[in-house]
């Protein structure tokens, strides 16, 4: 477990974003960002490395913005 403050950061900026994307995800009924934000939430507990962690995340967040462009 890493404690740097580059990690820690990371995480939080992540499970924040995580967090409103879980949020709307549930008010809307989008499942697709419901899930996202779910592993965005919870994705920080479990990658300490935070360019590992930046990119993972680049990577759940591809296809919601590939879904939403291609209607």
Do not use: C
Not at 1 to 30: A, P
């Amino acid at each position: 477990m890493d404690l740097s403050f580059s990690s820690l950061f990371s995480g939080l900026v992540i499970s924040s974003i995580g967090g409103g994307m879980f949020l709307y995800g549930k008010s809307s009924g989008k499942m697709l960002i419901l899930g996202v934000g779910l592993l965005l939430s919870t994705l920080p507990f479990f990658v300490s490395n935070p360019l590992l962690l930046w990119g993972l995340t680049a990577a759940s967040v591809v296809p919601i913005y590939t879904y939403r462009h291609s209607l």
